[in-house]
DNA sequence: TAAACGTGGTG
DNA sequence: TCACCAAGTTT
C-alpha cells in the first residue's frame, strides 16, 4: 500500500465531507448519475460559472433555468438575437458577461462545431472565460486538473495555512497551493467542495469551524482567529455622482426608452434618457437636459449604489401629446405594460417605479 | 497593475 | 444603518 502524501489527504478529508453534503443545484449532475460516470453538460456548466462570477447562488438560480428553457443548446444561445439575451440578463448584474456569453456561445458554435473546448487553454480563448471559469468547466464538465481558485477558496486556503500576506499579491502562492492540493481524481469535485466549503462552513464572518472537516489541521483555527482571513488591501472610499432621469409618458401609454453603448457601464442595456452622471450638477438646472421640453414634473430621488460609486438622480416625469415625435437616434416608444420584456437594468427599474409606481408588478423591490 | 464593472443579501 | 462581499474578467 503506497503512503498517502499530505496533499492527497487534504483532498480525501474535502472529498469525504462533500459526499455527505453534496448540495443539489440545477447545472449540478445528482451524485446517482455521477456514480455511473455521467458528467455535467459543459454547457450547462459554463452557463452556471458565469452567472456564477461575483453573484450568489440564490441570485443565480432562476436565471440559470429562464435560460436553459429558452435556449437549451449553445448553438440555440448562439442563434439568439442579442437584445433577448440582454433582456433575459437584467437584473443579474455586469452587463458585459452577457455580451461575453453571446459572443463565446457564437464562437463555440461557429469554430468549435457547437462543441466546447476541453482543456483549460482552449477554454481561456474564448470571451468572458478567464483563469477562475477556465479551471471551473475543465475540472467539473471534462474531469481535468485544473486548479480552481475563486473567492471561496482563496479564504479557504488562507485560513488553512493562516496566510499573512494581503490579497491579492498573494494569489499566484495561494493558486500554488491549491495546484499542490488538486487531486488527479475527482478534481471537479474536489474544486465544488471547496467552494461549498467556502459557502457553508468557511464563511467570511462566523465560520462554523467545529463542522469543518479541516478544523484538526487549520493553522488560522489553531490561533483562534480564522476571521482574521484572508487579509485584504485596503479599499478605495465610493464617491457620490449626480444626474437627472427623465419619464416620458404619451397618449397612448407608451414611454420614451433608449439604448445605451454596447461599452462601459450598463453597455447595451436599455434605459430612460437621462443626464450625465457627474460630482455635481451643472447650476442646478438639470432639467435643461431633457430629451425635449415639457411639462416635467420632479417626481423624487432614487439612490443606487455600483461598484465604484454611489449614484442620485432626480427623478421627472412629463404628460406628452400622443403625436409627439423624438428624432430616429433618441430611442423608441415602449407600452408601459410591456417594460418587464425590456433589457432594463435594476437602477432604470428604480427610475421608473419612482415616476410610475404601477409600471412593475414588484415595484416596492425597487425602493 | 489598478480600475471598471451590478446587484442583493448579511451581520 | 452600512460595510462587506459573492463560483471574476477585461482593459
Redesign the pocket.
Known sequence: MLQKTASSSYAQMLLAWYDRHH?E?PW?TSPAMAAKGKRADPYHVWL??VM????????VKPYFLKFLAAWPSVTDLAAAPVEDVMAAW????????AR?LKKCAEAVANEHGGVFPDTEEGLKQ?????????A?VAAIAFNRQAAVM???V??VISRLFAIDAPL?GCKPAMKAKVAELTPADRPGDFA?AM??L??TIC????PACALCPFNGHCLALAHDEPERFPV?AA??A?PVRLGAAFVAVNASGEILLRRRIDS????GMTEVPTTAWTARLDGGTDQSHAPFVADWQATGVIV?????FELRLNVYRAQVPGGLQTGPDDGWWEPVTNLDAQAL????KKVIAQAIPSAFNESR?FR
Do not use: C, W
Open positions: 448540495r443545484l449540478r452556471s460559472e456564477l462570477q461575483q453573484t450568489t447562488v440564490q441570485a437584467a437584473g443579474l448584474g455586469y452587463y458585459a458577461r461575453n474564448l470571451p468572458g472565460i478567464g483563469d477562475y471559469t477556465s471551473a475563486d473567492g471561496n482563496e479564504r491579492p465544488q467552494m461549498d467556502g459557502a464563511t467570511p464572518k462566523r485584504k479599499k478605495r465610493k462601459g457601464l450598463l453597455g443606487h449604489v455600483f461598484t465604484h437594468p435594476t437602477v432604470m423591490k
